[in-house]
């Protein structure tokens, strides 16, 4: 693996001319082709466009985490050997699968992983903005009752 520090760019820089409508293969695209009615309408499209809506650098940041996330394992790889990037992808796993976060702390995304990730120190949209603000909060006895099932009989 190489040591790229962006993400290869996924967008496609150029697009090949069709002459039917990207929304519908089959019709003809008045906007592009011809705007006078006298002329006969161009040859339908022989395949459907792959045009992508969404912005090269919004290809680029979405693959952007797992790009340095990649780059620091294969970093750890070759300065520690293969068992340093393997103990920590388990003990990532360990964090993930057992971790519990109450709702009275605010439900906040894992404090252990992202230590073990690397990333305690950023604070992301996620972090400010949960979308429990106009949520009724439970009280931290009665989410551990529920959680351990203190309750029952």
């Known amino acids: 693996m190489s040591l790229r520090i962006v993400p290869a760019p996924s ?4 697009t090949t001319p ?12 008045t906007l592009r ?21 969404s912005h090269p650098l919004e290809s680029r940041l979405s693959q952007w ?5 990649h780059l620091k394992m294969e970093m750890l790889r070759r300065q520690f050997g293969i ?11 360990i964090v993930r699968a057992g971790e519990w976060r109450p ?12 230590i073990l990730s690397g990333r305690d120190c950023e ?10 603000e106009l949520r009724e909060t439970v009280d931290f006895h009665v989410e551990m009752e529920g959680r351990f099932r203190m309750g029952e009989w």
């Open 11 to 14: 967008h496609p820089s150029t």
């Open 18 to 29: 069709n002459l039917g409508a990207p929304s519908a293969p089959g019709v003809h695209d």
């Open 33 to 53: 082709a011809n705007l006078s009615l006298s002329t006969s309408a161009a040859p339908k499209a022989s395949a459907p466009s792959n045009t992508l809506s």
């Open 65 to 69: 985490r797992t790009q340095q996330d």
């Open 83 to 93: 068992a340093e990037p393997v103990r920590r992808q388990m003990e990532l796993q």
């Open 103 to 114: 709702a009275v702390f605010g439900a906040t995304a894992g404090l252990h992983a992202d």
């Open 123 to 132: 604070i992301g949209w996620e972090d400010v903005f949960t979308g429990e």
